[in-house]
Every structure is written in structure tokens, then in C-alpha cells.
């Protein structure tokens, strides 16, 4: 074997002997991945086909101590590091170019604990291991609502979903991780162990080290919930959209309603003559009781008239991937996020018209409803600081054809100008993509300063910087 050339921190190359590597494997329960070598590729590949970056040496780790060996080699010999565990963020940090890739996307073990009803789950688990494990037991914690996404990025992001203004964001309902941090250290981090840790956890991404287990709270839900489509022409928005927007604001904390703006899909409950033209559904799940839930979306389902209605009770962890057909993995991606606390009659106007001219049928926008139980949390009680959001829209533009990039960027980029007088100015971390450095500040609003004071502590050479890095205060 001859030395290996990999790229440091500070960008330039250095060269790895074969006995370092060789020492390495020597020490790991997984593997060392070389480019050409099994399982390289699946380590490199995510969601987002946009990202096609080739590591210099990717560590699979099948535990912490494999996550010990591979930081404190990054550690020694300063080498450029990404940490990937579902591998589904827009901006594609968990993968870099030349650098070491720690790979724990086969660390998915789910452990429930009946009895304290919380549950134990490593970095490289999707939501969907977490829901079913959890939903074996009629059980479940916020999550997002792609069940191929990874629970490790979207907690450490902030994370929510179809049951967050019920039970709260996902960090709201983390006890505690375990964290390698940059001096090669396993540490955990909970209210009561390095609480400021935990606290920068709570939002702050992957910039304070790498989660090698999260312990949740888990809720008694399902294992069927009411939930279900409505689906409308696009025509009728104009009209609709102001008025969900009274219905979601009033709606009691068990009902959230995302609405999704696109071309139909050929779903079989949709008449064949509406397949490909332009729709807005409104998506709905219930937190709870059947009975009370039939009420609660009554008003839902009483405006305009609709082309088809199919909220019924459904299994949560299927409801929960309702919408995986739409987001497989492999096509080019791009996003732009805003969120907004009222989504006034002008801010409307400029979604319909950009959903008329889509730049391809898989592209959409998205609105998802939050507030409730996650509003309740102060702004400063966890790293995630945009608590009073009532809607957060995403444009997203998905495509597969390179010649189609500059297009469909343009287009997201565009909605998101028209729409930003009306948007908070904050943004949701796990929605930012590559190109959006500028916003990190926005994203951490109050919380930066001690976010850049504790990434000091933990991090001050800023080792985990491929993630929306928030840079150590000097
Ligand atoms: C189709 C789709 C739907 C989505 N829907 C939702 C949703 O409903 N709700 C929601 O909240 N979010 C949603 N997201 C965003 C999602 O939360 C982020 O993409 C998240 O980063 C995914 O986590 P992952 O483990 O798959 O990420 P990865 O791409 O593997 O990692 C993302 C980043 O997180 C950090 N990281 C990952 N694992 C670790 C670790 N173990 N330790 C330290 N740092 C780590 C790294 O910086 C890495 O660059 C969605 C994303 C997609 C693509």
C-alpha cells in the first residue's frame, strides 16, 4: 500500500503513512473505507444528489470507541472532518472532499425502555427504525415527516414534525447525548452532566462534537392516528390559504396541517384527469383521541371543495411515511427557507404565482404548521431560538438534470425574495443549504454569542466545521 494524500484543516494536503492506516484498522470494530474499497461509495452518497464529494479515508464506526479512534486521528494529524449519519441535510456537510468522512450510518441500534417509557438510539438511525421500534409499543417521540431521514442531524438541528405542537421539537424531548468531543473524549451531556453542552446540543448542529447515542422521551401515540390529504385545485388557494391560516392559528395542540403546493402526483384516490396539474393539499395528523380529532379538522374539511378528502385513521408510522414517495434519495435538490409568525394576503400571492410556474413536476413548496407545545419553550432555553414561528415555508426545487441547476436554483432564490418582507428573518438550521453562510448569525439569533462561547470551550480550533459553523469566540 502506498501513503495516502488527505486533506488537512487548514485545506492544504498532507500524506498518511500505510502503517497509520494500517494501525488504524487494527484498532476499529468497523472498517476504514479507501476510495475503491466496500462500502466507500455508500459512505459518500446522500439524499442530495447535488453533493458528490470523494473523502480521502472514510471511518465506518460500528461505536464510540471506532468514533475515539477516528477523531483523535483527525485530531493529531489536523485533518479535514465530516460526520454523517442519515446523510439527508440539504447543504451536504456530512460528507467532505479529501478529508476523513466518520460514517455512522450502520450504527442504528433503537432500545426501548418500557418502564421510564424512553428510548436509547444511535446516530446512524432513520425515523423510520425509531417509529417502528417506538410504535411497537404505541409509543413515539417528534420526529420529522420523511422516514428515510436521519434522527441523529434532524436532533441535533432542532427537529420537528406532525407531533410537535403536541409534545414539542425533538430536543425538547432529548434527556441526554453522548458526545465525543474534539479532544477525543466521550462525554455525556444532560441537564444535571455538562449542561451547557447539552444545552448547545439543542440546535446548535454538529458544531460541538459527534452524538454517539441520544436517550428521548418518549409518549404514549397510535398506533393509528387520524390523519390524512385534502386535496384542492391550486386555482382555489387565493381563497383557501387566508382562511387555514385562521384555522391553523386557532387549532388546539393535537392537529397539525403542512400544506403542499406542487403538481398532483398520481395518487390512486386522485381522479386521473387532475395527475400533473397544479394542487394544494392540505396534509393533517391528529395527536390524539379519534373522537376529538374528527371535530378539530371539521373545520379543515368543511372549506372550498375539494377534489378529494382522505383523512381516516392510518397506522402513525405509515402516516409517518406518507410522503417518502416524493423525497426519495438520488435527485438534485435545492431549498430556500423562511419563517413567518402570519402569512399575510401579499406573502400568499407570491407562493401561488411561483407554484404556476414550477420549475420541474417534482419541485414544491411547503408549509409546515408549528407553534403549541414547541412556542411554550423559551427562546433561550435550548440552542434553537425561532419559538414563536407559526409557519415555516420551504421552496424546494428538485430536479435530475444537471443541465436544469442554474433554473431551478434561480426559482427558489426568487420565492424567497418575493416572500422575505413578510418572513421573520430566522431560519431553521437543517434547512439551510451550502450556499447560505451569511444566515448562520440569523439562524442562532440571540443564542450565537453563547453558542460562539461554548463552541470555544468545547472546540477551539473548530475541528467539526462542515456544518453551519458557528466560529469559536476568540
Ligand atoms: C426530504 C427531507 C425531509 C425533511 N423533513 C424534515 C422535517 O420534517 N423536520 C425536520 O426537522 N427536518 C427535516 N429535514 C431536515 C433534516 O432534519 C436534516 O436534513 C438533518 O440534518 C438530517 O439528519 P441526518 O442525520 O440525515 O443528516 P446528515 O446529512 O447525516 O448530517 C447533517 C449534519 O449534521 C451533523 N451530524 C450528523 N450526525 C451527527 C452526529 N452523530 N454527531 C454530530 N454531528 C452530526 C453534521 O454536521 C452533518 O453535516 C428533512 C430533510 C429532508 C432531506
Redesign the pocket.
Same mark, same amino acid.
Given at each position: 500500500m502506498t501513503d495516502l494524500t488527505i486533506r488537512t484543516l487548514e485545506g492544504s494536503t498532507k500524506t498518511l503513512a500505510p502503517d497509520t492506516i494500517a494501525a488504524l484498522r487494527g484498532r476499529l470494530r468497523g472498517a476504514v473505507a479507501l476510495p475503491g474499497e466496500d462500502g466507500y461509495d455508500a459512505a459518500r452518497s446522500?439524499?442530495?444528489a447535488m453533493i458528490d464529494r470523494r473523502p480521502g479515508l472514510v471511518v465506518r464506526c460500528l461505536g464510540a470507541a471506532d468514533i475515539i479512534n477516528a477523531v483523535k486521528l483527525a485530531r493529531d494529524e489536523r485533518l479535514l472532518l *465530516?460526520?454523517?449519519?442519515?446523510?439527508?441535510?440539504?447543504?451536504g456537510?456530512?460528507v467532505c472532499d479529501g478529508g476523513l468522512l466518520i460514517d =455512522?450510518s450502520l450504527m442504528k441500534s433503537v432500545r426501548v425502555d418500557l418502564a421510564s417509557r424512553t428510548a436509547r438510539v444511535e446516530?446512524g438511525a432513520t425515523l423510520a427504525d425509531f417509529d417502528k421500534e417506538a410504535q411497537g409499543f404505541a409509543l413515539a417521540t417528534p420526529l420529522?415527516?420523511?422516514s428515510t431521514?436521519?434522527? *441523529?442531524? =434532524?436532533t =441535533?438541528? %432542532?427537529?420537528?414534525?406532525w407531533t410537535t405542537r403536541k409534545f414539542g421539537l425533538?430536543i425538547d424531548n432529548l434527556i441526554s447525548a453522548d458526545v465525543v468531543t474534539a479532544d477525543a473524549k466521550l462525554v455525556r451531556a444532560s441537564e444535571k452532566e455538562n449542561p451547557d453542552l447539552f444545552w448547545a446540543l439543542r440546535g446548535g %448542529?454538529?458544531n460541538f462534537?459527534? *452524538?454517539?447515542s441520544f436517550e428521548f422521551k418518549l409518549h404514549p401515540l397510535g398506533p393509528e392516528v387520524l390523519s390524512g390529504l385534502v386535496v384542492h385545485p391550486l386555482e382555489t388557494a387565493g381563497e383557501l390559504l387566508p382562511k387555514f391560516c385562521r384555522i391553523a392559528k386557532e387549532a388546539p395542540d393535537e392537529l397539525t396541517v403542512w400544506v403542499v403546493m406542487r403538481k398532483a402526483p398520481s395518487l390512486p384516490f386522485l381522479p386521473t384527469a387532475w395527475h400533473g396539474k397544479e394542487v394544494m393539499i392540505f396534509a393533517a395528523c391528529y395527536s390524539g383521541d379519534m373522537r376529538e380529532g374528527e371535530k378539530a379538522v371539521k373545520p379543515l374539511r368543511a372549506l372550498g371543495k375539494p377534489i378529494a378528502d382522505v383523512i381516516s385513521p392510518h397506522p402513525f408510522s405509515g402516516w409517518q411515511a406518507a410522503f417518502d414517495p416524493l =423525497?426519495t434519495p438520488g435527485a438534485r435538490n435545492y431549498w430556500k427557507s423562511h419563517d413567518f409568525i402570519d402569512l399575510p394576503d401579499a406573502a400568499i400571492k407570491a407562493i401561488i404565482n411561483a407554484v404556476r410556474t414550477l420549475p420541474t413536476p417534482e419541485s414544491e413548496v411547503f408549509i409546515?404548521h408549528v407553534g403549541g407545545a414547541m412556542a411554550r419553550v423559551a427562546a433561550n432555553a435550548t440552542a434553537w431560538p425561532n419559538r414563536d414561528s407559526h409557519f415555516i415555508m420551504n421552496a424546494h426545487t428538485r430536479w435530475r438534470d444537471k443541465a436544469q441547476d442554474s433554473a431551478c436554483t434561480a426559482w427558489a432564490r426568487q420565492l424567497f425574495k418575493a416572500t422575505a418582507p413578510f418572513a421573520t428573518g430566522s431560519v431553521?438550521v437543517?434547512?439551510m443549504p451550502e450556499d447560505e453562510d451569511d444566515r448562520v448569525a440569523n439562524a442562532y439569533g440571540t443564542n450565537y454569542h453563547r453558542l460562539a462561547e461554548i463552541k470555544r470551550r468545547y472546540d477551539p480550533d473548530n475541528l467539526?466545521r462542515?456544518?453551519q459553523n458557528i466560529r469559536p469566540t476568540k
Open positions: 446522500i439524499w442530495n *465530516a460526520v454523517r449519519s442519515g446523510g439527508h441535510n440539504i447543504a456537510n456530512a =455512522l446516530p420529522g415527516i420523511n431521514t436521519g434522527v *441523529a442531524g =434532524l =441535533l438541528g %432542532g427537529g420537528f414534525g425533538t %448542529g454538529g462534537g459527534v *452524538a454517539t =423525497l409546515a431553521y437543517n434547512f467539526f462542515m456544518n
